[in-house]
């Protein structure tokens, strides 16, 4: 009975020992998988994401966050290095988004392809391959907010400028004017049925009447008008014609009296004025001698080497 009981708790520990084992085995062997390392780029805030997260492509559980780290080159930068299944194809029009699940808000990558470049992302010197980090639903979300907010403050303050004290006046006087012009327009107002009975008396059956005659008695005016323009026109073309023929007239007198006329009388001119010298030479003659009128003028005394010449006075 002893062997017997003895056999059983062997087995037992035999089982129970190797189970362990093998439990050991799995747990000190790890996952065997084979991870591709690739480095998301993001501008926008990481908020909730931690080292082991998950990383997921279009749902699927494919890999998991290894480390964040703000780019030491851009401050403006987080690198979020991740492990990815080497055979989850990873283009150069893939990108990344941060998720979060259901009520808990643990957060986890999520990868897409927008099919834009289907070249494999491929390691750059030793470092991994980067893919860009766009925005989800909650950061447009922040950002509309925001911008909303801005203009909702931008509102208010121009609200603000328009309620000032000197606005407020302004709108007192305007209201004030506005009161004032609407007392002017009354008697205006009360005036307009008066105004339509006339302008119906105006335009009544008889004056009517009277208008289209009117009409008529000017069209025919026109009509017998058209005649007299046309002989109007006739007479302005015999007009511009004779003063065509008057200029060209013009022009040969004025060659004529240039070329011709005005020669002669230079030359005229030019004999009176030395008629009119000797004259003058005369008459000054006969103021100092008189006696030349009747005795003729007298003989000139020789000069120096002339005969007759004796140098006495």
Request: avoid cysteine; charge should be neutral.
């Amino acid at each position: 009975m002893e062997n017997r009981a003895y056999a059983i708790l062997t087995g037992l520990f035999t089982v129970i020992f190797g189970a362990a084992a093998v439990a050991a085995f799995v747990w000190f062997r790890g996952d065997t998988k084979q991870y591709e390392e690739y480095e998301l780029v993001s501008r926008y805030s990481v908020n909730g994401l931690y080292p082991q997260a998950e990383v997921r492509f279009r749902g699927i559980v494919v890999g998991k966050v290894a480390s964040l780290q703000i780019d030491p080159q851009d401050t403006r930068n987080i690198l979020v290095r991740i492990l990815v299944e080497r055979q989850v194809p990873i283009t150069r029009g893939a990108y990344g988004q941060i998720g979060y699940q259901g009520v808990t808000g643990l957060a986890y990558v999520m990868l897409d392809d927008d099919g834009s470049n289907p070249a494999r992302v491929a390691r750059q010197g030793g470092a991994p391959g980067r893919v860009p980090m766009r925005s989800n639903v909650l950061d447009d979300l922040a950002s509309t907010g925001q911008n909303l907010l801005k203009q909702a403050s931008d509102l208010l303050q121009r609200l603000n400028s328009m309620a000032s004290e000197e606005n407020g006046q302004r709108l007192s006087q305007a209201l004030a004017n506005f009161e004032s012009a609407s007392a002017q327009l009354e008697p205006a107002l009360r005036a307009i049925p008066q105004l339509t009975e006339r302008a119906q008396r105006f335009f009544d059956e008889e004056n009517a009447r009277r208008l289209k005659n009117s009409l008529a008695n000017l069209e025919q005016a026109t009509g017998a008008i058209a005649p007299v323009a046309e002989d109007s026109r006739r007479v302005l073309a015999s007009m511009r014609a004779l003063s065509e023929n008057l200029d060209r007239a013009t022009a040969e007198i004025s060659s004529e009296i240039t070329e011709t006329t005005l020669p002669k009388i230079n030359t005229l001119v030019d004999q009176l004025t030395r008629d009119s010298r000797d004259l003058r030479q005369v008459l000054l003659q006969v103021e100092r001698e008189p006696q030349s009128l009747l005795f003729g003028r007298p003989a000139t005394a020789p000069g120096p080497g002339e005969p007759g010449f004796s140098g006495r006075k």
